[in-house]
């Protein structure tokens, strides 16, 4: 079975700059989560969706970060405008039933 | 909010020694798991405990969800080196459930 799949794996951009970060879940899990992971921060949840709703964002940084869930198989994490303090490694997971967290491989995000 | 303290923070050991790892909260968890990530990767999930006092194993490794639902621990028995990487607890609050609270990780270093 296929895991959880992100792309792009690595992504350098200038500050100003938008990113999209992309995931496609497990098939039939029913949740995923947007987390960021740094040195200083560890793990961060950012958002996570349950059946393609949007249930939690107050993880979300600020205004210019945003996510969407169009359908069951497909989630986007954007970053408008991006700036250098957004460098992280940003991770989506999924599960079922928001038990048994799936991690995709991540997102290497450096803005410089 | 609710925090997980996890230690060590990193571990520096020969190959073939047994590991002990840990995590605590002042606040009460319905489930723990346990998760390794390795450089570039996303975490994987190693354990999941479900039960005050449960008490399990995966091949060399073995968790355990404390009788007082605050604490759990991880050991390693007879390391090898893929056994090198961070670990992570986290655990599933009684509020909020679908928001794991993830420790801050324990860093794995085996020389061989």
């Known amino acids: ?112 | 909010g609710q925090q997980l303290n996890q230690s060590p923070q990193s571990m520096f050991i020969q190959e073939g020694e047994d590991v002990s790892m840990n995590c605590t909260s002042s606040s009460i968890f319905n489930t723990w798991l346990w998760y390794k990530q390795d450089p570039g990767e996303g975490p994987v999930l190693l354990i999941a405990l479900y039960k005050a006092g449960e008490l399990t194993s995966n091949g060399r490794l073995t968790a355990q969800f404390g009788i007082t639902r605050k604490d759990s621990f991880l050991n390693i028995s007879a390391s090898i080196p893929s056994d090198v990487g961070i670990y992570f607890c986290a655990g599933q609050p009684v509020q909020g459930a679908q928001k794991l609270v993830f420790g801050q990780g324990t860093r794995l270093t085996i020389n061989p």
């Open chain 1, 1 to 112: 079975d296929a895991g959880v799949i992100q792309s792009p794996r690595h992504e350098v951009t200038e500050m100003g700059q938008e990113v999209t970060l992309r995931c496609k879940p497990i098939s039939g899990h029913d949740y995923l989560f947007w987390y960021r992971q740094t040195m200083m921060r560890g793990l961060e949840l950012l958002i996570y969706f349950n059946n393609n709703v949007p249930i939690d964002d107050s993880g979300m940084p600020e205004d210019r970060f945003s996510a969407k869930m169009p359908n069951a198989s497909f989630s986007t994490l954007k970053i408008q405008p991006s700036e250098p303090r957004d460098s992280a490694v940003y991770f989506c997971a999924s599960s079922f039933g928001a038990e048994k967290l799936f991690f995709g491989s991540g997102t290497q995000l450096s803005v410089l």
